[in-house]
């Protein structure tokens, strides 16, 4: 990690007091004076296909398009922008990627530009400058960022998914505050269970929700997929000692949890039925407007660390790539800069009420971090967060294990039941051997 | 020599030219030109993507990069995969059971149907309604009636006192497989109604008479005039019954994506997931062609059938 200086602690603090200033034709005029200066010169007549993951907040879509309309005023660049759900990015990317054809700029999520790395434009020189300028990157960015020594991707933010719980039913079970290791984790959710205000986190085929939690509690023990070599080390003891620690938590959790979907527990954490789980800031979003009194009983927490004695999370990066295809190269980087610039990406940021968080350090200062307490552990997600290839190098292989569902299954298998703990490593080892063969 | 040479090279002209004229104008011909554009159109839209799939599932591709021909070890890697075999029992116990409870229900609703009825045409027309609503609709609507939380189903008999606590329909494995089969079956059965349903109106009412005069009663009647002449539809409406459950998707997609612990994962769902989700293209090709064999088989089972005479005119016609 970085070091935090005061210089980049006051840059970062006086840009978003100058940025939230900034609207209509401020932002404007901000933005020509910023094309004047920036290091890189659109090209004439410049067009740029960008595709982008849909929106959860619509606040935050509704920042993203007036900064991309201030970039087409300023730099007359032509942007056009095309939604897609998380599911349909990959394989959009991946088959534009081979064809050479169709898109110039993508901003999916994972380790997309690790899929197709002789793909993806040279941007360490965007990097560098945004590195400089905003207090450097996090170490996990630099994880999904780079590639060898280039920097393939831009991580722009980062959607964290950690611990909701409400204060009440915690107190209740005898917890003055969340605790911080993952005994402490199982004993309250045990007392939860028994207080009927049960926990509940996804064992489904939940992309997001149990895909986060399920690898936590694997690296929290020590057990790995994959080492730092690619080579296959799941069947190991850490990682039975993480499938007892789920399906002890697994039979304290409210009933129907191996059916979860990522809306799930939303649902019933809104609904009153559930009193802890994993989420990201969604729920906390929805209930200061439908149930406030729930968001007033509420809190988030990070995920507890485990024997393994240190932070173990995963969060979803979403990280932007240039195609080298691209017929303007030097619009997509100065896009890909301006994004990131404080005047933009603070109130963007702000926008999404702490479901994007950043990967640049200077970006903590945002007040949208401690305008309420409530959000601020958020912040912190991207210096807290593995990649989803664990120890192992950030591809292809990772992004095809992580998506079909092998560590989740593992554990499900486990904690309900069909499959003894040899059984379910057994089943998830031959299908991790043959996506790393 | 001058006569000689010129008759002789306007022959081979006229020969060379006429085997084409042929081609264009003989009759025999002129029916294979007429099917150029099914052909075309046959080979452009099923042949080439079915051969390419089979070819896809001998490789290695990934999605967005061709793969490189690796023979049967797509094959050979599924036979040892538990969830393979599982998604291999999850479709066969889904299209048995659900297309046996729909050709029951179906043939029920059909024979209730063909009775006069006051509001005929507007029952018979509201029957259709699980047929018409979009799958991915209905589905979703059955994800919330088996939601572990919200389940109405669940919420009314607490209310009536009848369990304590919620059913866990989609989270149990075998409440899992039963919840989707039944959803199947509703959204299924109104087709084979219907169409049994014409097909009991083309059964001329003067063999009910004959039968009556006779002395039949109602189940002799069904027994050797109804069924007999039903079957030839029997056999097309199962057909694709059976085709339609083999292959169905969306439903389990939408409720459970496989889970819980892949007990509802279906063939087609399992590829999908492998080749789009995880990008192995090779290998869900390769699941998705294992599916033929056992969609030949049912083809084959009900043409071979509507080849019988018995089949299709009733026993004791051969």
Redesign the interface.
């Known amino acids: 990690m970085t070091n935090f200086t005061r210089r980049t602690v006051l840059q970062g603090g006086t840009a978003f007091a100058a940025a939230s200033a900034l609207t209509g034709p401020a932002l404007l005029e901000w933005a020509k004076a910023w094309a004047q200066a920036a290091p890189w010169k659109p090209e004439k007549g410049a067009k740029i296909n960008l595709m982008r993951w849909r929106r959860f907040v619509e606040a935050e879509d509704a920042a993203f398009v007036k900064m991309v309309n201030a970039f087409k005023q300023a730099t007359g660049v032509d942007v056009v922008v095309t939604n897609e759900s998380f599911?349909d990015i990959?394989?959009k990317?991946?088959?534009?990627?081979?064809t050479g054809q169709g898109l110039d700029m993508v901003w999916g999520l994972y380790s997309l530009p690790h899929?197709?790395p002789a793909k993806c434009m040279d941007l360490t020189d965007v990097a560098n400058y945004l590195g400089k300028k905003y207090g450097g990157w996090t170490q996990s960015a630099e994880l999904y960022g780079k590639s060898g020594n280039k920097w393939i991707g831009i991580p722009v933010a980062t959607t964290g998914g950690l611990i909701n719980y409400r204060i009440a039913a915690m107190e209740k079970a005898g917890f003055k505050e969340f605790p911080k290791d993952t005994a402490g984790f199982l004993e309250l959710t045990k007392a939860l269970k028994k207080n009927n205000t049960p926990a509940g986190f996804a064992?489904?085929?939940a992309s997001g929700d149990a895909n986060t939690w399920l690898h936590w509690a694997l690296w929290a023990h020590g057990g790995n997929l994959v080492d730092k070599n690619d080579k296959v080390v799941i069947n190991s003891p850490e990682t039975v000692k993480a499938l007892e620690f789920v399906k002890a938590l697994y039979d304290n959790f409210?009933?129907?949890?191996?059916?979860?979907?990522d809306a799930?527990n939303n649902?019933?954490f809104l609904?009153g039925?559930?009193y802890l789980t994993l989420n990201g800031i969604s729920i906390y979003v929805a209930a200061q407007k439908e149930a406030k009194a729930i968001a007033e009983d509420m809190n988030h927490a990070y995920m507890p660390v485990g024997p393994i004695g240190r932070p173990t999370e995963l969060h979803l990066a979403f990280p932007i790539l240039t195609f080298n295809f691209t017929k303007a190269p030097q619009a997509c980087k100065a896009l890909t800069a301006f994004m990131l610039e404080a005047d933009n990406f603070n109130p963007w940021v702000s926008a999404a009420q702490g479901y994007l968080s950043h990967f640049l350090l200077a970006y903590d200062n945002n007040p949208v971090w401690t305008a309420d307490s409530k959000r601020t552990v958020y912040r912190d997600v991207a210096k807290r967060t593995l990649t989803p290839a664990g120890l192992g190098s950030l591809g292809?292989k990772a992004?095809?294990a992580i998506?079909?569902?092998i560590v989740v299954?593992m554990f499900?298998?486990y904690a309900?039941g069909?499959e003894d703990a040899k059984g379910a490593i057994a089943?998830a080892e031959?299908?991790t051997r043959?996506?790393y063969r | 020599m001058v006569d000689a040479t010129i008759p002789t090279r306007r022959a081979v002209l006229a020969a060379e030219s006429s085997a084409w004229d042929r081609l264009k104008s003989n009759r025999h011909w002129l029916g294979y030109w007429f099917m150029l554009p099914a052909l075309l159109i046959l080979f452009l839209f099923l042949a080439y993507p079915l051969g390419l799939g089979i070819w896809l599932s001998f490789t290695d591709a990934k999605i967005g990069r061709a793969g490189e021909f690796i023979g049967l070890e797509n094959y050979e890697w599924l036979q040892g995969d538990s969830i393979f075999w599982t998604s291999i029992f999850n479709t066969l116990l889904y299209t048995i059971v659900a297309s046996f409870i729909k050709f029951g229900a179906g043939l029920y609703l059909a024979l209730l149907l063909n009775q006069h009825l006051p509001f005929k045409a507007l029952i018979r027309s509201a029957i259709l309604i699980p047929f018409i609503v979009p799958t991915v609709l209905s589905a979703i609507a059955f994800w919330w009636i088996y939601d572990t939380q919200f389940s109405i189903i669940s919420w009314s008999l607490k209310k009536l006192g009848l369990i304590a606590i919620n059913i866990d329909f989609l989270g149990d494995p075998n409440n899992a497989r039963a919840s989707t089969i039944f959803a199947n079956i509703w959204r299924g059965v109104p087709f084979v109604a219907i169409t049994l349903l014409a097909g009991l109106q083309t059964v001329s009412p003067s063999l009910y008479e004959a039968a009556t005069l006779d002395g039949a009663t109602r189940w002799q009647m069904f027994r050797h005039i109804t069924y007999p002449l039903l079957t030839p539809i029997i056999a097309v409406v199962m057909t694709f019954s059976v085709l339609f459950t083999f292959t169905d998707f969306q439903l389990i997609w939408a409720m459970t994506r496989g889970g819980p612990v892949n007990a509802t994962h279906l063939m087609a769902t399992l590829s999908y997931q492998r080749a789009i989700i995880a990008g192995q293209l090779g290998e869900g090709a390769a699941i998705a062609t294992a599916m033929i064999p056992f969609l030949l088989t049912a083809i084959m089972i009900s043409w071979f059938g509507l080849q019988r005479r018995k089949w299709q005119q009733g026993e004791n016609n051969d």
């Open positions: 599911e990959q394989p990317a991946s088959v534009v990627a081979n899929l197709f064992l489904g085929h409210i009933p129907g949890t191996a059916s979860w979907n799930s649902k019933a609904a039925e559930l292809e992004a095809a998506a079909d569902f299954d499900a298998n309900t069909r089943v031959r299908q043959r996506i």
